[in-house]
C-alpha cells in the first residue's frame, strides 16, 4: 500500500510535495512511538531539506522521538557545517527549533556501531546470484535502529550500477550496513556487469538486499522521490514496497535518455557534489552503454583531487582494471575487499583478459587535479582539464562526440536496445 503519485511531463510544487507527505504518513499511526528516518547524504540529489523538514513538521508533535540517520554506505563523514547545509538549516536553528532532533551519520568500518542481525547461507546467495557467489554472507547493520519503533527510508530512486535502481531498501543495505554484506552486494554487481545491471528493476543484488531485510522486524516507511534532469521531483510515493516499485517505474522513463547512435568521445560533466573518483564513477557507470568500442570517456571534473577518500589506499594498490582481470586472478586479490574490486571494474568498465593480456572495451581517461602519474600508475589515461575547451565539445553529436553535464544520474542507452556485453567481446577476439 502506498500513496504519491508522479508525472512524467510536470514536476512538482513545493507545496503539492508537503502535501502528499501529510497523506503519506497518514498510512500508519506513528504517535507516541520512536521514529528513525533515514536519508541521504551529500551525493544524492533532491530536495532533502524540504523532506527533512516536512517530516518534523509533521511527525515531532505526534511522536515521542524522531531522529535521523544519514545513509553513508562507505562515504566519509561530513561536516557539521554540511549536514546543516544539506538539510537547509542554520546552526541557530539546529539548536533551538530542532533540539530534540538527533542528527546521526554512519559509519560502516567501526564494530561497535554495528549489529549482528543474520546469515544468508551460500546454498540462498548461489540461488539468488545464479552460481555467481557460493559462500556464507554475514549480515550486520547500524544498531541504533533497533533503538526505534519505526523506521523512515528517504531517498532518490535513479538507475543505479550495483542493484538496477537505487532507493527503497537500499539505505539499509549497504546504506547502513557492515562490510561483510556491503562488499558481496558491490561485487555481486560487478559480477554481473554495470551494462546489464544499471537501469534494470529486479536484479540479483536487489532481492539479496530483500533477503537481508527479511532480519529486520521493525515495521519501516519507504519514502521514494523520483527527480529529474532539471532537479526538480517528478515523483513522490510513500508506504511499502510498492512505493520503491512505482518510483523505479517512472525512473525508467524519467531517467534514462535513448540515444541513436554510439559515440566515438564522450565528455562526462561531474557536478560538485561528486568531490573524488569513487563517487564520480558514476559519470561513467551512466554512460558506458553508448560509448563505442574502442571509443573515450573522459569524466571532466577540474575540482576533484583524490582518487578516495575512503579508500584511496587499497584503489592505489590494485588500480582501475576489468572484470576479467581480477576474476583470473582471484587469488592475487582475494584479501582486497569487494567493494573496492567492484568501483575498479565499473570504472574501467566491460572487457577481455585473455593470456596476461588486458583490453578494456573503451578508454576511460580523468581530466581533474589527480597528476599523470597517479593516473598512469592506476591504470586509468590522464588529459590536462586545462587544456580541455568545453566549446570544441558541444554540439557535435554527428561527429561522434557527446557532452553530458551534470552527469552520474541519467543514465544513456542505445535505442536498440543493444547492450555492451563481455561474452560478445570474446567472441569478437
Same mark, same amino acid.
Given at each position: 500500500?502506498?500513496?504519491?503519485?508522479?508525472?512524467?511531463?510536470?514536476?512538482?510544487?513545493?507545496?503539492?510535495?508537503?502535501?502528499?507527505?501529510?497523506?503519506?504518513?497518514? @498510512?500508519?499511526?506513528?504517535?507516541?512511538?520512536?521514529?528513525?528516518?533515514?536519508?541521504?547524504?551529500?551525493?544524492?540529489?533532491?530536495?532533502?531539506?524540504?523532506?527533512?523538514?516536512?517530516?518534523?513538521?509533521?511527525? @515531532?508533535?505526534?511522536?515521542?522521538?524522531?531522529?535521523?540517520?544519514?545513509?553513508?554506505?562507505?562515504?566519509?563523514?561530513?561536516?557539521?557545517?554540511?549536514?546543516?547545509?544539506?538539510?537547509?538549516?542554520?546552526?541557530?536553528?539546529?539548536?533551538?527549533?530542532?533540539?530534540?532532533?538527533?542528527? /546521526?551519520?554512519?559509519?560502516?568500518? %567501526?564494530?561497535?556501531?554495528?549489529?549482528?542481525?543474520?546469515? +544468508?547461507? %551460500?546454498?540462498?546467495?548461489?540461488?539468488?546470484?545464479?552460481?555467481?557467489?557460493?559462500?556464507?554472507?554475514?549480515?550486520?547493520?547500524?544498531?541504533?535502529? /533497533?533503538?526505534?519503533?519505526?523506521?523512515?527510508?528517504?531517498?532518490?530512486?535513479?538507475?543505479?550500477?550495483?542493484?538496477?535502481?537505487?532507493?527503497?531498501?537500499?539505505?539499509?543495505?549497504?546504506?547502513?550496513?557492515?562490510?561483510?554484506?556491503?562488499?558481496?552486494?558491490?561485487?555481486?554487481?560487478?559480477?554481473?556487469?554495470?551494462?546489464?545491471?544499471?537501469?534494470?528493476?529486479?536484479?540479483?543484488?536487489?532481492?539479496?538486499?530483500?533477503?537481508?531485510?527479511?532480519?529486520?522486524?521493525?515495521?519501516?516507511?519507504?519514502?521514494?522521490?523520483?527527480?529529474?534532469?532539471?532537479? %526538480?521531483?517528478?515523483? @513522490?510515493?510513500?508506504?511499502?514496497?510498492?512505493?520503491?516499485?512505482?518510483?523505479?517505474?517512472?525512473?525508467?522513463?524519467?531517467?534514462?535518455?535513448?540515444?541513436?547512435?554510439?559515440?566515438?568521445?564522450?565528455?562526462?560533466?561531474?557536478?560538485?557534489?561528486?568531490?573524488?573518483?569513487?563517487?564520480?564513477?558514476?559519470?561513467?557507470?551512466?554512460?558506458?552503454?553508448?560509448?563505442?568500442?574502442?571509443?573515450?570517456?573522459? +569524466?571532466?571534473?577540474?575540482?576533484?583531487?583524490?582518487?578516495?577518500?575512503?579508500?584511496?589506499?587499497?584503489?592505489? %594498490?590494485?588500480?582501475?582494471?576489468?572484470?576479467?582481470?581480477?576474476?583470473?586472478?582471484?587469488?592475487?586479490?582475494?584479501?582486497?575487499?569487494?567493494?573496492?574490486?567492484?568501483?575498479?571494474?565499473?570504472?574501467?568498465?566491460?572487457?577481455?583478459?585473455?593470456?596476461?593480456?588486458?583490453?578494456?572495451?573503451?578508454?576511460?581517461?580523468?581530466?581533474?587535479?589527480?597528476?599523470?602519474?597517479?593516473?598512469?600508475?592506476?591504470?586509468?589515461?590522464?588529459?590536462?582539464?586545462?587544456?580541455?575547451?568545453?566549446?570544441?565539445? +558541444?554540439?557535435?553529436?554527428?561527429?561522434?562526440?557527446?557532452?553530458?553535464?551534470?552527469?552520474?544520474?541519467?543514465?544513456?542507452?542505445?535505442?536498440?536496445?543493444?547492450?555492451?556485453?563481455?561474452?560478445?567481446?570474446?567472441?569478437?577476439?
Amino acid at each position: 500500500m502506498y500513496v504519491g503519485k508522479g508525472d512524467i511531463n510536470r514536476f512538482f510544487s513545493n507545496d503539492e510535495l508537503v502535501n502528499l507527505c501529510n497523506e503519506g504518513f497518514k @498510512l500508519k499511526k506513528f504517535a507516541n512511538k520512536k521514529v528513525l528516518a533515514i536519508i541521504p547524504d551529500t551525493t544524492r540529489s533532491g530536495p532533502i531539506s524540504l523532506f527533512f523538514k516536512s517530516i518534523c513538521k509533521i511527525l @515531532l508533535p505526534q511522536v515521542s522521538k524522531l531522529d535521523f540517520l544519514l545513509a553513508l554506505g562507505t562515504h566519509s563523514e561530513i561536516s557539521e557545517e554540511r549536514v546543516n547545509t544539506h538539510l537547509g538549516i542554520s546552526f541557530k536553528e539546529r539548536e533551538k527549533e530542532y533540539k530534540n532532533v538527533q542528527i /546521526f551519520q554512519h559509519h560502516w568500518d %567501526k564494530k561497535e556501531e554495528l549489529q549482528f542481525i543474520g546469515s +544468508i547461507t %551460500k546454498e540462498e546467495i548461489s540461488k539468488i546470484s545464479n552460481g555467481l557467489l557460493e559462500e556464507d554472507i554475514d549480515v550486520t547493520v547500524n544498531k541504533r535502529i /533497533f533503538e526505534y519503533d519505526e523506521l523512515i527510508l528517504v531517498g532518490p530512486v535513479f538507475p543505479h550500477e550495483v542493484v538496477g535502481f537505487s532507493g527503497g531498501y537500499k539505505y539499509l543495505f549497504p546504506g547502513i550496513s557492515g562490510p561483510e554484506f556491503l562488499h558481496k552486494f558491490h561485487w555481486l554487481g560487478a559480477l554481473i556487469t554495470n551494462p546489464k545491471i544499471n537501469g534494470t528493476k529486479n536484479t540479483p543484488v536487489r532481492e539479496a538486499i530483500n533477503k537481508a531485510i527479511s532480519f529486520i522486524k521493525i515495521p519501516k516507511t519507504l519514502f521514494c522521490y523520483v527527480v529529474g534532469e532539471d532537479k %526538480k521531483v517528478y515523483g @513522490l510515493y510513500i508506504g511499502d514496497e510498492e512505493a520503491w516499485s512505482k518510483a523505479a517505474d517512472l525512473s525508467s522513463k524519467i531517467n534514462i535518455k535513448y540515444v541513436a547512435n554510439s559515440f566515438n568521445t564522450v565528455l562526462s560533466m561531474a557536478p560538485l557534489m561528486y568531490e573524488d573518483i569513487w563517487t564520480a564513477g558514476k559519470c561513467m557507470y551512466k554512460l558506458e552503454p553508448v560509448v563505442s568500442n574502442g571509443g573515450n570517456l573522459i +569524466i571532466y571534473a577540474p575540482h576533484i583531487e583524490e582518487v578516495s577518500y575512503t579508500h584511496g589506499k587499497y584503489i592505489r %594498490k590494485v588500480g582501475y582494471h576489468t572484470r576479467d582481470y581480477f576474476l583470473k586472478q582471484m587469488d592475487k586479490f582475494k584479501d582486497i575487499p569487494g567493494c573496492i574490486l567492484a568501483h575498479s571494474t565499473h570504472v574501467k568498465g566491460i572487457g577481455t583478459y585473455k593470456n596476461g593480456i588486458e583490453k578494456p572495451r573503451i578508454n576511460v581517461i580523468l581530466a581533474t587535479k589527480i597528476s599523470k602519474d597517479i593516473c598512469e600508475k592506476i591504470n586509468l589515461g590522464y588529459i590536462d582539464y586545462r587544456s580541455i575547451k568545453i566549446e570544441d565539445y +558541444i554540439n557535435k553529436e554527428d561527429k561522434g562526440i557527446l557532452v553530458v553535464k551534470n552527469a552520474g544520474e541519467i543514465l544513456f542507452r542505445l535505442k536498440s536496445g543493444e547492450v555492451p556485453d563481455i561474452d560478445k567481446l570474446y567472441e569478437e577476439n
